[in-house]
Structure formats: structure tokens, C-alpha cells
């Protein structure tokens, strides 16, 4: 009896032990977890070393509010001129105050961010990263990953401690990218597509790899016609097309981007050069009067433009 008295003792002693070695085993990977995410990090910029610090609230971010509303974070301030903002971002920033796209000085303080991120040095306009890094700590990107706006997700995932949200942000691209790519295909097979962004009386071609051209042309496989394909890329200068050279474009389908109301609409709805692309007599123009998400790069334009480009094409 005291044999099995003692067995039992010391089972229910060594239970005991185990369960509060388990415990105290994730309290300590949660306390250790808790201290990564609340830890300062160092990242090296474009112009060094700049400590970033742990959760912050107040970013102000001009130019790179997809990044950040991608990752769920919403901006201080959101970048303008005058009162144009990016309009497609509006339904999750509508609340958010605009600041200058050239951020004055005056307006970064009254802003009271806790974190400054520029999206290449050459944003910093009069030479004022000293006077910036004196208010908040100031990230500055290099213009290779700024450019790319998948790295600049990434990176923005790295400054912000979101490297797993960047992550599934860009797996959910992919998935929706491939999704549509099949639906195009299905839908207009090899048939050629260009993008004419009309702005005021001017007309401008997207080459192969400008904006939304990286859309249509690479996530979505949609054939480009060749004379968008001789451009070359978006290092070149870009200047206007001239309305006598439209029929040199051949493009099957046209998405023309512009706001309404613009000048070089009217030119193209009364000029005959116009009504005799073979895209317009075949009914196969597309309308789209919000640019904003057709004139940039990033992870929320290229979603809203897939849409876009899938909703047309279907119709």
C-alpha cells in the first residue's frame, strides 16, 4: 500500500512538472515573440543605416500608400496635388488628410508622423533629408526596388515587421492574376491589345513594361500588337502619339484611359482616322475613365485593373 501510495505520489509530482515546463516553455516563446515584434529593427537605405521603430502608427508615405494599404496599414497622410490624390485608393483612404506631394516641412510636423518613408532619393525635394530625419526616422528607398513594385511591397513588409502579410498579399496576386489570365485567353485567345492614356488634347501609347502595361501584357499573356512591341521599354522617353499614326498600332482591342471630359476625347470622337481603326469599328474600345490605377505601379492598380480588363473583355 505504501508502495502504491508512493508510485502515485510521485506520478501526479511528475505530471506536475511536465505540464508547468510546457507552460512556462510558451510562455517564453510567446514572451520572445512579443519582443521581436516590439523590438526596433536597423535596415540599410539609400542613404545607410536607419533604425526603425517598433510598431509605428503615424507613417507618411507619399506615393507608396498601395505598399501600405496592401498590408493593412493606413497612412497619416496620403500623397496629393493640390486635390488630386489616387483615386482608386480612396475607398480605404477617403479619411485620410492630403499632404503635399513635395511634403513641406511645416506639414510633415503638423502631420506628427513617427515615420517618414520616401520612394527614392530623388523625392526628397531641396535637399532636406536632415531636416526630415530631425522630426521621425526616415526611410529612404532605392530606386531598383522602388521601381519594382513587388520588391517595394516586400521591402515595405521588412520596415513595417509585415513580412508575412507581404507575403500572402503577393500569393493572392498571383492566384488572381493566373485566374484572369485564363479568362482573357478563353475570351480573345492571340487577338492583340494596346492602352492609349488620353491626357488633355495628347494621346500616349503604353509601351510594353509602362504601368498597367506590365498588367496586360506580362500577368495577363495578353499579345501585344508589334508596333507597341518596337517601342522598346519604359526607359525611353515617352512622348506623344500623333492622331495620323494611329492606324500604325493595329491592335485588335483599345483601352483608352482617361478622365472624362478631356479635350483629346473630343478630337478622337469627331476624327475619321479614329473611326477607321479596325478595334473601333469592331466595337472593341474600352472605356476607362478612372487613370489613377492605370497610371502607376503597384499590388491594389494591378488588381483593380485586371478587373477592369476582364470585365471589358467579357462583356
Keep these: 500500500m505504501l508502495k502504491k501510495r508512493f508510485y502515485l505520489s510521485f506520478t ?7 505540464v508547468s515546463a510546457c507552460s512556462n516553455s510558451d510562455n517564453s516563446k510567446t514572451e520572445k515573440s512579443a519582443e521581436k515584434k516590439n523590438a526596433e529593427v536597423t535596415l540599410t537605405d539609400a542613404k545607410g543605416k536607419v533604425v526603425i521603430p517598433a510598431n509605428p502608427k503615424r507613417i507618411v508615405a507619399p506615393y507608396l500608400e498601395d505598399s501600405l494599404v496592401a498590408l493593412g496599414v493606413k497612412p497619416a ?15 480605404e483612404l477617403k479619411d485620410v488628410p492630403k499632404i503635399g ?12 508622423p513617427d515615420l517618414i518613408i520616401f520612394s527614392s532619393p530623388s523625392a526628397i525635394q531641396k535637399g532636406q ?9 526616415t526611410y529612404v528607398y532605392k530606386d531598383e526596388v522602388s521601381a519594382d513594385w513587388r520588391k517595394q511591397l516586400t521591402q ?19 492566384t488572381k492574376a493566373a485566374d484572369a489570365k485564363t479568362k482573357v485567353h478563353d475570351a480573345i485567345g492571340d487577338e492583340t491589345a494596346a492602352i492609349l ?5 495628347k494621346f500616349y501609347l503604353m509601351e510594353n513594361n509602362r504601368f498597367s502595361a506590365n498588367v496586360l501584357y506580362g500577368d495577363l499573356g495578353i499579345k501585344q500588337p508589334a508596333f507597341v512591341e518596337s517601342l522598346g521599354g519604359a526607359a525611353a522617353q515617352w512622348d506623344p502619339i500623333a492622331l495620323e499614326k494611329l492606324p500604325e498600332i493595329k491592335a485588335d482591342h483599345i483601352f483608352l484611359v482617361s478622365k472624362k471630359g478631356e479635350p483629346g476625347l473630343d478630337i478622337l470622337a469627331k476624327s475619321s ?15 476607362m475613365n478612372d487613370p489613377s490605377n492605370w497610371t502607376i505601379n503597384g499590388l ?9 480588363v476582364v470585365n471589358a473583355i467579357k462583356k
Design 77 to 91: 497622410a496620403q500623397w496629393s496635388i493640390g486635390d488630386t490624390v489616387l483615386d482608386y485608393l480612396q475607398p
Design 101 to 112: 506631394w513635395d511634403l513641406p516641412l511645416e506639414q510633415v510636423i503638423n502631420n506628427n
Design 12 to 18: 501526479l509530482l511528475l505530471l506536475l512538472f511536465l
Design 129 to 137: 533629408y536632415e531636416e526630415y530625419k530631425k522630426i521621425a526616422p
Design 273 to 287: 482616322i479614329w473611326k477607321g481603326l479596325g478595334a473601333v469599328k469592331n466595337g472593341h474600345v474600352y472605356e
Design 156 to 174: 515595405m513588409g521588412e520596415i513595417l515587421n509585415k513580412q508575412s502579410e507581404a507575403k500572402k498579399a503577393l500569393a493572392n496576386y498571383d
Design 300 to 308: 491594389n492598380a494591378g488588381e483593380k485593373t485586371i478587373d477592369e
Design 197 to 201: 492614356w488620353v491626357m488633355a488634347d
